[in-house]
């Protein structure tokens, strides 16, 4: 069933016109040559040059952007994505230099390095153009005037899309154009390019996805917020003179075992009764953390064991969740270099939310604690009483989890139609 589904998948995204409607959209972005004029101005007041240096930096530009060899060369041996990824990053750093030394971001470089950098950034054009006339070409053989003639309009229009589109956003400067031609092949080939949800993904092509980078924040959020409160349940107790810290670290663990079980299984309910993506059960599961970190933000009776039991379980049962997402969504293939990427949210979590907020918030308050008890405020041993060590911290990680929800969901939107694809078809089956 898994292998008819992704075949039908191949066929659909391989179909010729697919391929040749892809390669108008590349095309109709490509023509960053054509905004020379745009961007010239700013550079030559900017940097002082007269026109003959002008002159040079389109030279410049011109050979970048017909002296594709080595694209032409590579489009035989590697795949398109991969070729295309080349362009991008080229583009990327030519013209992000630009910008930068044009912006005095970077030390004043003379005329010869900016016509390097050009050069580079412009040379990015020929991959796009390269894998667009050959994948449209081989695709219609028997139409190839005509195909060549349509692709090279879009270019010769895409000057027009660039201009409409610098028209629309109100730009603080002439300058940030040079910024918008540098990131914005780099933003369409994130949302164009490489394999497509359910297929397999290396890690090199999950960096370029944006659902794998919308999980991973995800998981940064809610991960980090769990982790923050499991780390500072000793202090927790402390503050609020509970002693019974080993009795709530035992609940913490004994839910993380029940979330686990329970959050995979929940998981499976949704997408096997109902079709929908398996990311609903982590939507639900971030909400119910936000939750838990809001009752003891909010000082209510219970709040340690109820704070303990929501991270405990949430914090498992979202790994559940995730990891068997992460294996529909992007692929058996890789599947372990990718589950080991996604794991370091939780670390980069600990760190932004547990070793930067809650510890700043606690120390501010023990600080504030000892100036008014006389104590002093520079005692490295100070210590923080009360629910306000850390009830500001559970409102800022409500918030935190909060937005994981949001993540999650804009992730159900993208990928709903892959799962009543996936499993709507095996229930039907069954």
Not at 70 to 75: A, D, E, I, T
Not at 309 to 337: C, D, P, Y
Not at 358 to 375: F, L, M, R
Request: neutral net charge; aromatic residues 12%.
């Amino acid at each position: 069933m898994v292998s008819t589904v992704r075949e039908k998948l191949k066929g659909f995204v391989g179909h010729r016109w697919v391929v040749f409607v892809c390669a108008m959209w590349d095309l109709s972005f490509a023509g960053t040559a054509y905004m020379f004029g745009s961007i010239s101005p700013v550079i030559k007041s900017s940097m002082g040059f007269n026109q003959q240096q002008v002159v040079f930096l389109s030279v410049a530009k011109d050979l970048g952007d017909c002296v594709g060899l080595l694209s032409g060369k590579l489009s035989e041996v590697w795949p398109t994505w991969r070729v295309m990824l080349v362009g991008v990053i080229q583009n990327l750093v030519g013209y992000c230099l630009v910008w930068l030394v044009v912006t005095h971001s970077l030390p004043s470089l003379p005329l010869w390095a900016l016509c390097i950098f050009i050069f580079v950034g412009q040379n990015g054009a020929t991959y796009y153009n390269t894998v667009a006339l050959i994948s449209s070409v081989q695709s219609f053989p028997e139409s190839r005037g005509p195909v060549v003639g349509i692709l090279k309009g879009f270019i010769g229009l895409s000057g027009a899309i660039w201009a409409q589109i610098i028209a629309m956003i109100n730009f603080p400067d002439q300058a940030s154009i040079i910024f918008i031609i540098a990131v914005g092949p780099a933003m369409k080939f994130k949302q164009e390019n490489g394999p497509h949800i359910g297929e397999d993904f290396t890690l090199t092509q999950a960096l370029v996805n944006a659902d794998f980078w919308i999980m991973f924040l995800s998981l940064v959020l809610s991960s980090g917020s769990g982790m923050a409160m499991i780390n500072n349940m000793g202090q927790i107790c402390q503050s609020l003179g509970d002693g019974n810290v080993n009795f709530y670290v035992s609940v913490i663990s004994i839910s993380n075992f029940l979330g686990r079980v329970g959050g995979g299984y929940f998981s499976e309910v949704i997408i096997r009764k109902f079709a929908y993506p398996r990311l609903v059960a982590l939507a639900v599961i971030q909400l119910v953390m936000c939750l838990g970190l809001l009752y003891y933000a909010l000082g209510l009776v219970g709040q340690v064991y109820v704070l303990a039991i929501s991270m405990g379980s949430g914090f498992g049962a979202q790994w559940s969740v995730a990891i068997a997402a992460t294996s529909e969504l992007f692929g058996l293939k890789n599947f372990g270099t990718l589950y080991n990427f996604l794991t370091m949210a939780n670390p980069a979590g600990s760190l932004i939310l547990s070793g930067f907020v809650a510890s700043t918030i606690y120390d501010y308050y023990a600080e504030q604690q000892a100036k008014h008890d006389g104590t002093g405020g520079t005692n490295e041993f100070l210590l923080c009483e009360g629910n306000i060590c850390y009830s500001l911290t559970c409102g800022i990680l409500a918030v935190a989890c909060l937005f994981a929800t949001a993540l999650s969901l804009i992730i159900v939107h993208r990928t709903k139609r892959f799962y009543a694809q996936f499993y709507g078809k095996s229930q039907n089956l069954s």
